[in-house]
């Protein structure tokens, strides 16, 4: 059964940065598109960026643009997020998530269990 392992979450002040991991066990990575979301208390889950199957094409929401990168490395079966001036909402439960069909439509077949991001003042 395929999983995704998130990991790299944590406390970290304002302005500061975070890389989040994410590991699949499945032998066909890179045969999908990969992204990012994330949800905040009482808030609904949001998407925060996307990457295509060889990691050509990127997305990004407009909330993160400029600040975080996404990136993925298919023989290690990993999607990274590196994640750069680091504001107070971007406060969340980050989620790794398996993409079906164009990776554009951010249409989502597989979550990964969640990795908490906490920014501070």
């Known amino acids: 059964q395929v999983q995704l392992i998130e990991s790299g979450g944590g406390l970290v002040q304002a302005g500061g940065s975070l890389r989040l991991s994410c590991a699949a066990s499945?032998?066909?990575?890179?045969?999908?598109?990969m992204g990012w979301f994330r949800q905040a208390p009482g808030k609904e889950r949001e998407f925060v960026a996307a990457i295509s199957t060889g990691g050509a094409s990127t997305y990004y929401a407009d909330s993160v643009k400029g600040r975080f990168t996404i990136s993925r490395d298919n023989a290690k079966n990993t999607v990274y997020l590196q994640m750069n001036s680091l504001k107070l909402e971007d406060t969340a439960n980050y989620y790794c998530a398996r993409l079906r069909g164009p990776t554009s439509r951010r249409e989502v077949d597989l979550w990964g269990q969640g990795t908490q991001v906490t920014v501070s003042s």
């Open positions: 499945g032998r066909t990575f890179s045969g999908y598109g």
